[in-house]
């Protein structure tokens, strides 16, 4: 019976060798999950951790517009242009997704990651009600002049790329027609332009959808906003969340999704938020998008018709939130010294997450070879 045992064992052990053999792991060696979100925190830090010599990797407190805000600066070689992400919202901090979506951009750029007022970890820096009467249009903008201002000085830079998304390009057009001097270029994503317009077409299209779907519910309450967005007539803020509840579920935020949770649940796993913080992130959101967003509807940024400093655009194809069609309508008037325009095909409001791949190589393509041309890049 020993022989018996022992040949056994052995066979075992031969067939286990064999190529192309499976054996199964003994539950007591199956790796282990994450015992909490700083365990599966450190295991993304680690992985993203820039550890080539020479690197950036800062995350630090700026006094901007009279307060601190938060940035993180990060990138593999400081030779390289600065590319300052200008987030939307208002309040939808990007910094906390940005482990998943920008790691690659960190090779080709210097990246700024930047928690703007009232948003994210800036936000639990001041009480709310010491910053609400900040939140207009005119204090945010500066806010982006000075931290464009901050960061030539600090990172001795010339020149920057600045990219706007959603509310964020709100802004960050309105610094590139301002101070086009301090640009290699502005690169546009979810690009506003005739917000009204752009929100006629987005409450329509999904209208369109939910009768096609024979969705009664969706079909009644976005009826019952009717006229909605009427020239002149801005929509409250009430409106704007009745839209965007179908709008999302008919893919027009994230494409062939019925939400953005695949993007905003990044969040969750992001390095550059303690726990506490991370619990508080949308904390700035809720806060901030009821005062800032219906001051957005106002605008129609198309009638800006020559900007001075290069102009890139990334469309997401899907995108209704704020609507593509009405983004590339500006861009095909408007003048620059050079422009061009990326469509993300399988994108709605969040190509940067959605198509992470294609973001990555129209920033390398588009945008870097400005900044080669004038001498800020590493060789």
Request: charged share 20%; with cysteine; proline share 7%.
């Amino acid at each position: 019976m020993k022989a018996l045992v022992c040949s056994l064992i052995l066979a075992t052990a031969a067939l286990t060798a064999l190529p192309g053999a499976r054996a199964e792991t003994p539950a007591a060696v199956q790796p282990a999950k994450p015992a909490s979100r700083a365990e599966a925190v450190a295991v993304v830090a680690d992985a993203r951790k820039i550890v080539v010599p020479g690197g950036i990797d800062r995350s630090q407190k700026v006094r901007i517009g009279g307060i601190e805000q938060w940035i993180n600066i990060r990138g593999t070689d400081p030779r390289n242009p600065v590319l300052l992400v200008v987030h939307g919202g208002p309040g939808y901090v990007a910094m906390p997704m940005s482990w998943w979506s920008a790691r690659g951009w960190e090779e080709f750029f210097t990246v700024v990651q930047w928690d703007q007022r009232a948003a994210g970890k800036t936000h639990l820096l001041t009480p709310e009600k010491d910053i609400a009467a900040t939140l207009t249009p005119e204090r945010m903008i500066a806010d982006v002049e000075e931290m464009v201002t901050w960061l030539r000085k600090d990172l001795g830079k010339d020149k920057i790329f600045l990219l706007g998304h959603s509310y964020g390009s709100y802004l960050g057009l309105e610094v590139a027609r301002k101070h086009p001097q301090w640009l290699h270029a502005y690169i546009g994503v979810g690009q506003a332009a005739d917000m009204l317009e752009s929100e006629r077409r987005g409450w329509r299209s999904t209208l369109a959808l939910a009768e096609r779907d024979g969705n009664a519910q969706a079909v009644r309450e976005l009826k019952a906003l009717a006229p909605y967005a009427a020239p002149g007539h801005p929509p409250t803020i009430e409106q704007i969340y009745a839209q965007r509840k179908w709008l999302q579920h008919y893919g027009g935020t994230m494409a062939y999704r019925q939400n953005n949770r695949a993007d905003s649940g990044l969040a969750k796993l992001s390095p550059d938020y303690s726990d506490d913080e991370a619990r508080a992130i949308w904390k700035g959101n809720d806060f901030a998008t009821p005062i800032l967003l219906p001051q957005l509807m106002s605008q129609d940024l198309s009638t800006i018709k020559t900007l001075d400093c290069p102009l890139i655009l990334l469309l997401g194809r899907h995108d209704t939130n704020v609507n593509s069609d009405v983004g590339a309508e500006w861009f095909a008037q408007v003048r620059a010294p050079q422009k061009s325009l990326v469509w993300f095909e399988h994108s709605a409001h969040m190509p940067m997450t959605e198509e992470p791949g294609k973001f990555l190589l129209a920033l390398v393509q588009q945008a870097r070879p400005i900044a080669e041309k004038a001498g800020d890049a590493a060789p």
